[in-house]
């Protein structure tokens, strides 16, 4: 008899541990990356030729034009966003290119940041509460925190960004996740002769902004902890790309744009050479809100701006199809990447608000 039971509670098990084995996916880790404000049209289309114009790029000609400007769109974009063309397009998927009816949308009405980056991280837009870019710590539950209390996850969270209002969207203070943001710097007793370094450049490098610092030392931190700390969870918010949209500078815009692109290179060459994230990592990337289109309104955003709440969104990893430029007609929504990440790593998303998983993510 106890032996009949064994063998059943072994089948059980082993039934259990098969079932479970379906369903689990290979990503272990997760990089969510987001480039503020950048717009759909140039990333599915480069250099817009409506505002290369006014930006002295086509007068001075040299390396601005020589480096973004083609006649063909597809060149174009490779020229601005080459990792995006060359790898994500191969190996992963990119959505949000309207003219093959691919959209994907900002589901608050809001259309900036605090609001986008609420929708990217809980699953849901909060148009009630969220609606101000103020410091006012998040009253919703991101997903960084949700993982942040398991125990596998609990200290393998990790938030770095270049604005300074990542410590409230993410609610540093009730979540225990580590934001390094705004012009934050490295801390604790071992930091790295980089870290030294980067604390003092952070100093000496003030940038063009009050509340956001410039993007090369939000990644060097964000890479110097992947070294360091091997972070299971990792999101990456970099700035640049809208406040130089805001100040109409459309050359560093585009100039950033693809340094960023850069960034996001070097983090999944880092990342496919490191065994624990080697084919066991997911990177997702999107933005949290779009812009005008016209030579006026391309600077700004918001619910006054048509079209600004028109986004894009692009994912990477072992359990990713290998789609590349999504031509499927359909509506996505930032909304939809936390429950997407809960999925990828085997879990039950806690909060029923959260938008459903994007299943075309997830072979
Ligand atoms: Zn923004």
């Known amino acids: 008899m106890i032996k009949r039971n064994l063998l059943l509670t072994l089948a059980l098990f082993l039934g259990a541990a098969q079932a479970f084995s379906q369903t689990n996916y290979k990503t272990e880790n997760i990089v969510l990356i987001t480039l503020d404000g950048m717009r759909w049209q140039e990333v599915f289309k480069g250099a817009d030729s409506l505002l290369v114009d006014d930006t002295g790029m086509i007068k001075t000609a040299g390396s601005l034009l020589e480096d973004f400007w083609d006649e063909n769109s597809q060149i174009r974009r490779e020229k601005l966003l080459p990792f995006f063309w060359n790898t994500l397009a191969k190996e ?3 959505y949000g290119n309207r003219a093959y009816g691919n959209f ?5 009405s809001m259309w900036f940041s605090y609001p986008g980056y609420n929708e990217v991280l809980s699953g849901f837009a909060d148009d009630e509460r969220i609606n101000s870019n103020s410091k006012i710590n998040n009253p919703n539950v991101t997903f960084l925190e949700y993982l942040n209390q398991r125990p596998e996850y609990q200290g393998k969270v990790m938030a770095f960004g270049s604005w300074d209002v990542f410590p409230y969207i993410v609610n540093e203070e009730r979540s225990g ?21 980067i604390n003092r450049m952070q100093d000496e490098i003030r940038g063009p902004w009050g509340g956001v610092r410039l993007d090369p030392f939000t990644h060097h931190y964000a890479l110097e902890a992947i070294k360091k700390h091997k ?8 700035g640049e790309t809208d406040d130089w949209a805001h100040g109409n500078h459309y050359d560093e815009y585009l100039w950033s744009a693809r340094q960023t692109d850069d960034y996001i290179r070097e983090i999944w060459e880092m990342i496919q050479s490191d065994p624990q994230y080697k084919d066991k990592t997911t990177m997702i990337i999107t933005t949290d809100h779009g812009r005008g289109t016209s030579k006026t ?7 006054s701006i048509p079209v600004a709440g028109q986004i894009w969104m692009a994912a990477i990893g072992p359990d990713t199809p290998a789609g590349g430029e999504m031509k499927v007609e359909g509506q996505w929504y930032s909304a939809r990447i936390a429950r997407t990440i809960f999925t990828l790593l085997g879990l039950e998303y806690p909060d029923e608000k959260a938008g459903a998983v994007i299943e075309e993510m997830i072979q």
């Open 92 to 94: 992963g998927q990119i």
């Open 177 to 197: 996740v580590p934001v390094n943001a705004g012009f934050d710097k490295a801390e604790g007793n071992n930091l790295t002769d980089r870290e030294l370094l």
């Open 104 to 108: 994907v949308n900002n589901s608050n």
């Open 297 to 303: 309104s391309w600077r700004s955003h918001g619910a």
């Open 231 to 238: 972070p299971k969870v990792l999101y990456i918010a970099y």
